[in-house]
């Protein structure tokens, strides 16, 4: 019983950490938060640096406004958007770095590879 009920409570407690990391596994999200990483943006800009449409902008901004990861303000007919929690470039440069450094070992394997079939021939 213990048991069911301990893994119920790690599912519960794992389904936001779940949702935060769907809502960063869509490619134009994070094209949107690269972007606003200068400082905030309204639609017409971010459509120009990132060139999504503005259908497109707006249901992805939506999502990312509900998750908390950014913010909007009216100013004066133009509604501006920007990041409400720096540390998702932290996240971000932590999971590069884990690509980046995952990409260089396999390099180094394909060299070893090519290395091992050079001298069979």
């Known amino acids: 019983m213990s048991e069911t009920l ?3 409570n790690t599912s519960e407690i794992l389904a936001p ?3 935060y990391f769907k809502v960063l596994s869509e490619t134009s999200r994070l094209q949107i938060l690269s ?3 200068t400082g905030p943006m309204n639609v017409t800009e971010m459509g120009e640096a990132t060139g999504l449409g503005q259908a497109n902008l707006s249901k ?3 999502v990312l406004t509900q998750a908390g990861l ?10 501006y958007y920007a990041i409400s929690d720096p540390v998702i470039f932290e996240l971000c440069e932590l999971v ?4 980046g450094n995952q ?3 396999r390099a180094k394997e394909f060299e070893q590879i090519k290395a091992f079939s050079t ?3």
């Open 6 to 8: 301990s893994r119920k």
């Open 17 to 19: 950490v779940a949702e």
């Open 35 to 37: 972007c606003l990483r």
């Open 60 to 62: 992805h901004l939506k």
């Open 70 to 79: 950014v913010s909007r303000q009216q100013k004066g007919v133009s509604v």
């Open 96 to 99: 590069c770095d884990r690509i």
């Open 103 to 105: 990409i260089q070992k």
């Open 119 to 121: 001298l069979s021939k």
